[in-house]
Protein backbone atom coordinates (compact mmCIF):
# COMPACT_ATOMS: atom_id res chain seq x y z
CA UNK A 1 0.00 0.00 0.00
CA UNK A 2 1.44 3.45 -0.78
CA UNK A 3 0.45 6.54 1.25
CA UNK A 4 0.41 10.40 -0.14
CA UNK A 5 2.25 12.80 2.16
CA UNK A 6 0.26 15.67 3.00
CA UNK A 7 2.60 17.71 5.15
CA UNK A 8 5.69 17.45 6.58
CA UNK A 9 6.36 19.60 9.93
CA UNK A 10 9.54 20.88 11.20
CA UNK A 11 9.39 19.51 15.22
CA UNK A 12 12.79 20.80 16.53
CA UNK A 13 16.04 21.37 14.40
CA UNK A 14 16.72 17.70 14.18
CA UNK A 15 12.88 16.32 14.07
CA UNK A 16 10.08 16.47 11.52
CA UNK A 17 6.95 15.22 11.23
CA UNK A 18 5.58 13.09 8.14
CA UNK A 19 1.77 13.58 7.46
CA UNK A 20 0.36 11.28 5.60
CA UNK A 21 -3.56 10.46 3.42
CA UNK A 22 -4.79 7.73 5.34
CA UNK A 23 -6.20 6.33 2.17
CA UNK A 24 -9.93 6.57 1.12
CA UNK A 25 -12.92 4.68 3.51
CA UNK A 26 -12.24 0.97 2.33
CA UNK A 27 -8.36 1.24 2.71
CA UNK A 28 -7.58 3.04 5.87
CA UNK A 29 -4.74 1.89 8.04
CA UNK A 30 -6.22 0.84 11.57
CA UNK A 31 -3.55 0.67 13.87
CA UNK A 32 -3.34 0.98 18.16
CA UNK A 33 -1.72 4.19 20.05
CA UNK A 34 2.27 3.03 20.41
CA UNK A 35 2.61 0.98 17.11
CA UNK A 36 5.33 1.74 14.44
CA UNK A 37 4.87 2.25 10.73
CA UNK A 38 7.38 0.87 8.61
CA UNK A 39 7.85 2.72 5.26
CA UNK A 40 9.71 1.75 1.92
CA UNK A 41 12.61 4.36 1.15
CA UNK A 42 14.01 3.83 -2.53
CA UNK A 43 17.46 5.00 -1.99
CA UNK A 44 20.16 4.67 -5.43
CA UNK A 45 17.68 2.33 -6.72
CA UNK A 46 17.73 0.04 -3.34
CA UNK A 47 14.56 0.16 -1.08
CA UNK A 48 15.46 0.62 2.52
CA UNK A 49 12.88 -0.33 5.31
CA UNK A 50 12.65 1.58 8.50
CA UNK A 51 10.16 1.61 11.15
CA UNK A 52 9.02 4.93 13.10
CA UNK A 53 6.18 5.10 15.72
CA UNK A 54 2.83 6.96 14.99
CA UNK A 55 2.65 10.26 16.83
CA UNK A 56 -0.89 10.47 15.56
CA UNK A 57 -3.74 8.79 17.63
CA UNK A 58 -6.28 6.59 16.12
CA UNK A 59 -9.24 8.13 17.79
CA UNK A 60 -8.92 12.00 17.61
CA UNK A 61 -6.59 12.30 13.94
CA UNK A 62 -7.77 11.68 10.93
CA UNK A 63 -4.67 12.04 9.25
CA UNK A 64 -1.70 9.44 9.71
CA UNK A 65 1.54 10.93 11.30
CA UNK A 66 4.99 9.71 12.27
CA UNK A 67 7.80 11.57 13.98
CA UNK A 68 11.53 11.01 12.42
CA UNK A 69 14.72 12.16 14.34
CA UNK A 70 17.78 12.66 12.57
CA UNK A 71 20.24 10.54 13.06
CA UNK A 72 24.11 11.27 12.75
CA UNK A 73 25.40 9.10 9.68
CA UNK A 74 21.29 7.46 9.28
CA UNK A 75 21.08 6.98 5.48
CA UNK A 76 17.22 6.82 5.92
CA UNK A 77 16.71 9.24 8.62
CA UNK A 78 18.84 12.20 6.46
CA UNK A 79 17.59 11.18 3.09
CA UNK A 80 13.63 11.89 4.46
CA UNK A 81 15.10 15.49 6.15
CA UNK A 82 16.47 16.41 3.37
CA UNK A 83 14.36 15.15 -0.04
CA UNK A 84 10.91 13.90 1.03
CA UNK A 85 8.20 16.66 -0.45
CA UNK A 86 4.49 17.00 0.07
CA UNK A 87 2.79 15.40 -2.41
CA UNK A 88 5.69 12.11 -2.61
CA UNK A 89 4.33 8.50 -2.31
CA UNK A 90 5.95 6.53 0.47
CA UNK A 91 5.08 1.98 0.23
CA UNK A 92 4.46 1.13 3.47
CA UNK A 93 3.81 -2.39 5.62
CA UNK A 94 1.08 -2.85 7.75
CA UNK A 95 1.20 -1.01 11.37
CA UNK A 96 2.77 -2.97 13.72
CA UNK A 97 4.61 -3.09 17.23
CA UNK A 98 3.38 -4.97 20.81
CA UNK A 99 4.41 -1.49 22.51
CA UNK A 100 0.77 0.15 22.32
CA UNK A 101 -2.51 0.42 24.79
CA UNK A 102 -5.84 -0.46 24.41
CA UNK A 103 -7.55 2.14 25.98
CA UNK A 104 -10.98 0.88 27.90
CA UNK A 105 -13.79 3.63 28.77
CA UNK A 106 -14.35 2.01 31.94
CA UNK A 107 -10.49 1.79 33.27
CA UNK A 108 -9.07 3.56 36.41
CA UNK A 109 -5.24 3.90 35.99
CA UNK A 110 -2.55 5.50 36.81
CA UNK A 111 -0.17 5.55 34.37
CA UNK A 112 3.96 6.66 34.61
CA UNK A 113 4.98 7.27 31.54
CA UNK A 114 9.61 7.71 30.75
CA UNK A 115 10.18 9.01 27.50
CA UNK A 116 13.52 9.93 26.34
CA UNK A 117 14.42 12.44 23.29
CA UNK A 118 12.46 10.88 20.11
CA UNK A 119 11.19 8.28 22.73
CA UNK A 120 8.20 10.89 23.07
CA UNK A 121 6.83 9.44 19.43
CA UNK A 122 5.04 6.37 20.83
CA UNK A 123 3.73 8.21 23.98
CA UNK A 124 2.25 11.10 22.32
CA UNK A 125 0.62 8.52 21.23
CA UNK A 126 -0.71 7.11 23.72
CA UNK A 127 -1.04 10.15 26.09
CA UNK A 128 -3.96 11.90 23.97
CA UNK A 129 -5.63 8.22 23.35
CA UNK A 130 -5.93 7.46 27.24
CA UNK A 131 -6.82 11.41 27.67
CA UNK A 132 -9.71 11.20 25.42
CA UNK A 133 -10.67 7.19 25.76
CA UNK A 134 -10.10 6.65 29.59
CA UNK A 135 -11.18 9.48 31.27
CA UNK A 136 -11.04 7.78 34.81
CA UNK A 137 -7.34 7.51 34.17
CA UNK A 138 -4.39 9.44 35.10
CA UNK A 139 -1.25 10.19 33.50
CA UNK A 140 2.34 11.65 34.91
CA UNK A 141 4.65 11.82 31.74
CA UNK A 142 8.67 12.21 32.75
CA UNK A 143 10.11 13.56 29.42
CA UNK A 144 14.52 13.78 29.73
CA UNK A 145 16.30 15.74 26.66
CA UNK A 146 19.77 17.27 26.75
CA UNK A 147 17.80 20.74 26.14
CA UNK A 148 14.56 22.44 26.16
CA UNK A 149 15.03 23.43 22.26
CA UNK A 150 15.25 19.86 21.50
CA UNK A 151 11.79 18.44 23.47
CA UNK A 152 9.87 17.27 20.85
CA UNK A 153 5.98 18.28 20.71
CA UNK A 154 6.94 21.04 23.69
CA UNK A 155 4.12 23.30 22.85
CA UNK A 156 1.65 20.49 21.94
CA UNK A 157 2.32 18.73 25.36
CA UNK A 158 2.04 21.82 27.29
CA UNK A 159 -1.80 22.66 25.66
CA UNK A 160 -2.83 18.90 26.91
CA UNK A 161 -1.39 20.12 30.59
CA UNK A 162 -3.85 23.33 30.09
CA UNK A 163 -6.57 21.60 29.30
CA UNK A 164 -6.44 17.95 31.48
CA UNK A 165 -4.55 19.81 34.71
CA UNK A 166 -5.88 17.15 36.75
CA UNK A 167 -5.07 13.96 34.47
CA UNK A 168 -1.79 14.85 32.93
CA UNK A 169 1.28 15.98 34.55
CA UNK A 170 4.24 16.67 33.15
CA UNK A 171 7.96 16.49 34.19
CA UNK A 172 10.88 17.73 32.04
CA UNK A 173 14.22 16.36 32.63
CA UNK A 174 17.04 18.58 30.98
CA UNK A 175 20.75 17.34 31.38
CA UNK A 176 21.99 20.70 29.82
CA UNK A 177 20.15 22.60 32.20
CA UNK A 178 22.02 24.26 35.43
CA UNK A 179 19.20 25.01 37.70
CA UNK A 180 15.98 23.24 38.40
CA UNK A 181 12.85 25.53 38.14
CA UNK A 182 9.10 24.29 38.19
CA UNK A 183 8.83 20.94 36.22
CA UNK A 184 12.05 21.16 34.27
CA UNK A 185 14.66 19.47 36.16
CA UNK A 186 18.32 19.82 35.60
CA UNK A 187 21.11 17.15 35.74
CA UNK A 188 20.22 13.30 34.71
CA UNK A 189 17.55 10.83 36.20
CA UNK A 190 18.26 9.53 39.58
CA UNK A 191 16.61 7.91 42.05
CA UNK A 192 16.63 10.58 44.36
CA UNK A 193 14.98 12.85 41.87
CA UNK A 194 12.48 10.36 40.71
CA UNK A 195 11.70 10.08 44.37
CA UNK A 196 10.67 13.66 44.60
CA UNK A 197 8.83 13.51 41.77
CA UNK A 198 6.63 10.84 42.74
CA UNK A 199 6.38 12.31 46.00
CA UNK A 200 5.07 15.78 44.34
CA UNK A 201 2.10 14.03 42.35
CA UNK A 202 1.14 11.74 45.73
CA UNK A 203 2.54 8.68 44.16
CA UNK A 204 4.24 6.06 45.50
CA UNK A 205 5.72 3.25 43.70
CA UNK A 206 3.14 0.40 42.96
CA UNK A 207 0.94 -1.40 40.89
CA UNK A 208 0.88 1.64 38.07
CA UNK A 209 1.33 0.75 34.36
CA UNK A 210 4.55 1.97 33.60
CA UNK A 211 5.99 2.40 30.29
CA UNK A 212 9.55 3.47 28.80
CA UNK A 213 10.69 4.65 25.47
CA UNK A 214 14.33 6.17 24.67
CA UNK A 215 18.10 5.63 23.93
CA UNK A 216 19.13 2.04 25.60
CA UNK A 217 21.09 4.18 28.41
CA UNK A 218 18.07 6.04 29.70
CA UNK A 219 15.84 3.33 29.80
CA UNK A 220 18.09 0.86 31.71
CA UNK A 221 18.85 3.88 34.21
CA UNK A 222 14.73 3.90 34.72
CA UNK A 223 14.51 0.35 34.88
CA UNK A 224 16.75 0.00 37.31
CA UNK A 225 15.29 3.16 39.36
CA UNK A 226 12.34 1.08 39.14
CA UNK A 227 13.83 -2.32 40.40
CA UNK A 228 15.64 -0.40 43.67
CA UNK A 229 11.82 0.64 44.30
CA UNK A 230 10.13 -2.73 44.13
CA UNK A 231 8.76 -2.64 40.21
CA UNK A 232 10.02 -5.49 38.22
CA UNK A 233 10.95 -5.86 34.63
CA UNK A 234 7.85 -7.49 34.10
CA UNK A 235 5.44 -5.01 35.01
CA UNK A 236 7.51 -2.71 32.63
CA UNK A 237 6.11 -1.95 29.31
CA UNK A 238 9.56 -0.98 26.75
CA UNK A 239 10.29 -0.07 23.42
CA UNK A 240 13.61 0.63 22.33
CA UNK A 241 14.71 3.26 19.90
CA UNK A 242 18.16 3.48 19.91
CA UNK A 243 20.44 0.37 20.55
CA UNK A 244 24.04 0.15 22.33
CA UNK A 245 26.72 -0.36 19.64
CA UNK A 246 26.96 -4.04 19.24
CA UNK A 247 30.51 -5.43 19.88
CA UNK A 248 30.94 -8.97 18.15
CA UNK A 249 34.17 -11.00 18.67
CA UNK A 250 33.02 -14.32 16.81
CA UNK A 251 34.61 -13.26 13.56
CA UNK A 252 36.76 -16.75 12.98
CA UNK A 253 33.99 -18.75 13.47
CA UNK A 254 31.46 -19.97 10.42
CA UNK A 255 28.54 -21.38 11.23
CA UNK A 256 25.96 -23.85 9.51
CA UNK A 257 22.49 -22.74 10.05
CA UNK A 258 19.65 -24.32 9.30
CA UNK A 259 16.29 -22.39 8.94
CA UNK A 260 13.28 -23.95 9.19
CA UNK A 261 10.27 -21.33 7.19
CA UNK A 262 6.95 -22.76 6.67
CA UNK A 263 7.43 -26.24 6.07
CA UNK A 264 10.99 -25.45 4.27
CA UNK A 265 14.78 -25.58 5.05
CA UNK A 266 17.18 -23.36 4.21
CA UNK A 267 20.64 -24.27 4.78
CA UNK A 268 22.67 -20.85 5.06
CA UNK A 269 26.89 -20.12 6.79
CA UNK A 270 26.91 -17.55 9.33
CA UNK A 271 30.09 -15.70 10.75
CA UNK A 272 29.74 -14.61 14.25
CA UNK A 273 30.01 -10.99 13.35
CA UNK A 274 26.76 -11.42 11.41
CA UNK A 275 23.39 -11.48 12.51
CA UNK A 276 20.98 -14.22 11.65
CA UNK A 277 18.96 -11.99 10.08
CA UNK A 278 21.69 -9.94 7.91
CA UNK A 279 22.92 -13.41 6.71
CA UNK A 280 19.85 -14.76 5.31
CA UNK A 281 18.84 -11.26 3.79
CA UNK A 282 22.38 -11.66 1.56
CA UNK A 283 21.28 -15.28 0.74
CA UNK A 284 17.76 -14.00 -0.31
CA UNK A 285 16.04 -16.15 2.02
CA UNK A 286 12.39 -14.31 3.55
CA UNK A 287 12.34 -13.54 7.07
CA UNK A 288 9.69 -11.63 8.25
CA UNK A 289 11.19 -8.21 9.52
CA UNK A 290 10.99 -4.77 10.60
CA UNK A 291 13.05 -2.53 12.78
CA UNK A 292 16.50 -4.52 12.05
CA UNK A 293 17.40 -3.34 15.86
CA UNK A 294 15.65 -5.12 18.33
CA UNK A 295 13.16 -2.31 18.79
CA UNK A 296 10.00 -4.57 17.78
CA UNK A 297 8.79 -8.55 17.53
CA UNK A 298 8.70 -8.85 13.87
CA UNK A 299 11.93 -10.93 13.70
CA UNK A 300 10.98 -13.55 16.22
CA UNK A 301 12.12 -16.82 15.97
CA UNK A 302 12.96 -20.00 17.66
CA UNK A 303 16.30 -21.37 18.57
CA UNK A 304 16.00 -25.08 18.75
CA UNK A 305 19.42 -26.45 18.89
CA UNK A 306 22.60 -24.92 18.82
CA UNK A 307 23.63 -21.00 20.14
CA UNK A 308 23.11 -18.12 19.71
CA UNK A 309 24.16 -14.60 21.24
CA UNK A 310 21.29 -11.98 21.41
CA UNK A 311 22.16 -8.40 22.26
CA UNK A 312 20.65 -6.94 25.17
CA UNK A 313 17.93 -4.41 25.63
CA UNK A 314 16.07 -6.48 23.44
CA UNK A 315 12.00 -6.67 23.98
CA UNK A 316 11.36 -10.62 24.94
CA UNK A 317 11.05 -11.52 28.25
CA UNK A 318 13.07 -13.42 30.64
CA UNK A 319 10.61 -16.21 29.91
CA UNK A 320 10.32 -15.77 25.98
CA UNK A 321 14.86 -16.68 26.21
CA UNK A 322 14.39 -19.59 28.24
CA UNK A 323 12.04 -20.69 25.97
CA UNK A 324 14.71 -20.66 23.58
CA UNK A 325 12.93 -17.64 21.63
CA UNK A 326 15.18 -14.49 19.74
CA UNK A 327 15.02 -11.67 17.27
CA UNK A 328 17.27 -12.78 14.29
CA UNK A 329 18.37 -8.99 13.37
CA UNK A 330 20.36 -8.78 17.00
CA UNK A 331 20.90 -12.99 17.59
CA UNK A 332 24.60 -13.77 16.15
CA UNK A 333 26.10 -17.46 16.04
CA UNK A 334 27.85 -18.96 18.26
CA UNK A 335 27.96 -22.43 18.23
CA UNK A 336 29.06 -24.45 15.13
CA UNK A 337 25.74 -25.59 14.38
CA UNK A 338 22.18 -23.85 14.60
CA UNK A 339 18.37 -24.74 14.06
CA UNK A 340 16.12 -22.05 14.16
CA UNK A 341 12.50 -22.17 13.49
CA UNK A 342 10.26 -19.64 12.04
Given at each position: ?120 TPMFSI ?84 MICGPF ?70 IPYSCR ?50
Open positions: MKLLVKDIIEETSDAISICFKNGNFFKKLKYKPGQFLTIHVPIDKLVNKRAYSFSSNPYTDKDLKITIKRVDKGLVSNYLHNNLKVGDKLEVDDPAGSFFIEPESKAKKQYVLFAGGSGIVKSILTEEKDSNILLVYANQTIASIIFHDEIKALENQYPERFSVEHIISANKESQANYHSGLATNKLLGEIFAKHQLSYSEHTYGYMEKIKAILKENGIQREKIKIEVFKMPVVKVTGKKLLSEVTLKIEGEEHQIKVRGDKSILQQAMSNSIVSGMCSTCKAKCVSGEVKMVEGHLLTDRDVDNGEILTCISYPVSEKIVIEI
